[in-house]
């Protein structure tokens, strides 16, 4: 599998036949999505607690910090995926729709180069 040649589609079924062969979508019901996906993104959160810039990039040089990341971004990728199946929405379209909605708030010719929320970009 590729970022090239996958689509968000063959993704959300992989996970959905994984979750349904285990008879867990009785589970999965928006608020526990919700918090067992905050819970694996304190998880990712907690591998860069407490490291400076270079010290992250120097363990995301090697294998097994590389693969400890992966694992983590993975667990939220499907919670992701299986959060909007349960509430029904459209991945591709909620980010299509809120990147044009950040298009707005953050001009190129305000924000480029500028860590500013958009209500201090004036």
């Not at 919700?34 to 995301?60: F, I, N, P, R």
Request: one cysteine or more.
């Amino acid at each position: 599998m590729s970022d090239d040649n996958v689509t968000i589609s063959m993704l959300k079924q992989r996970a959905l036949r994984f979750r349904d062969a285990r008879r867990w979508r009785q589970f999965h019901n928006p608020k526990d999505l919700v918090l067992a996906l905050a819970a694996e993104a304190g998880e990712l959160c907690e591998l860069v607690l407490w490291k400076d810039q270079s010290e992250l990039a120097s363990e995301l040089r090697e294998a097994p910090a590389r693969s400890r990341f992966a694992d983590e971004i993975a667990d939220v990728q499907n919670l992701l995926l299986l959060l909007v199946d349960a509430i029904g929405l459209d991945l591709s379209d909620e980010f299509a729709r809120k990147l044009e909605s950040n298009e707005l708030k953050y001009p190129v010719e305000k924000a480029s180069g500028r860590a500013l929320k958009y209500t201090e970009l004036d």
